[in-house]
């Protein structure tokens, strides 16, 4: 269900635009901030309905929580921010965006400390908060780090992700059916980070392996037809 955030946001987005007259970024970027905070305050309306913070229960976490697009769009309206501010000549940039660095420790410091508060109502959160600053560092820094990362082998990389997005779902569902879910928000953020790279591994594997059976032969094809 989560995947229909791709659709309904965006179409909501362009509506609020349209019925409010949004006609520069700078409003935009407002309507983006407020949009941030609806799924944090739909979770924890959610979580008290069905559970009332009397404990943890995985299968209502991924039931409720993780597969509604509502409860879980947080990454998104980060990505949108993002391009708003990249999009925004006008934009001044305080000086705090100008050390992607400390913006990224600042933000990681904000995203452990919001997940320790309650990890059904946050993580989600965090975790856009967290990997936002990250592609903020990503995409403003000159360092020896991204500069690594602009190498040529990180083309397969890019070649694969669309592979991932798609594949990483299925991945979900067999670890959580492995109870691997469970030991995720029960425990540290060492298990959280373990699972992403593990969720990433074998997600990149599979779809490495569908690239070349499927996907490559069908870019292959559309070149063919565009130059026909």
């Known amino acids: 269900m989560n995947h229909y955030c791709y659709i309904f946001i965006p179409t909501f987005i362009l509506i ?20 941030f905070l609806v799924p944090m305050i739909t979770r924890f ?8 913070f009397t404990g943890f229960d995985v299968n209502q976490m991924m039931n409720y929580i993780y597969r509604p697009f509502h409860t879980h769009f947080d990454e998104l309206i980060v990505g949108l921010m993002l391009s708003n501010i990249r999009a925004d000549k006008t934009f001044i940039i305080p000086k705090l965006l100008k050390m992607p660095v400390a913006l990224l420790t600042i933000i990681s410091l904000i995203a452990i400390g919001l997940r320790s ?4 109502i946050f993580t989600y959160s965090a975790l856009g908060l967290f990997f936002g600053g990250f592609v903020y560092y990503l995409i403003n820094s000159n360092d020896y780090f991204t500069n690594f990362l602009s190498n040529k082998i990180f083309y397969w990389s890019a070649r694969v992700s669309y592979g991932v997005y ?25 298990h959280l980070l373990t699972t ?18 499927i996907e490559h032969p069908a870019l292959e094809l559309r070149s063919k037809i565009l130059r026909a």
């Open 16 to 35: 609020m635009t349209k019925f409010f007259k949004i006609d520069s970024l700078k409003k935009f970027r407002y309507i983006l901030i407020a949009l």
């Open 45 to 52: 309306f959610t979580w008290q309905s069905i559970n009332g």
């Open 117 to 120: 508060i309650d990890k059904v």
């Open 166 to 190: 798609i594949i990483h779902h299925v991945v979900v569902w067999m670890l959580e059916d492995l109870g691997w879910f469970k030991q995720v928000f029960i425990n540290n953020e060492v």
């Open 196 to 213: 992403f790279f593990l969720l990433f591994g074998i997600s990149s594997f599979l779809s490495s392996i569908t690239y070349i059976i």
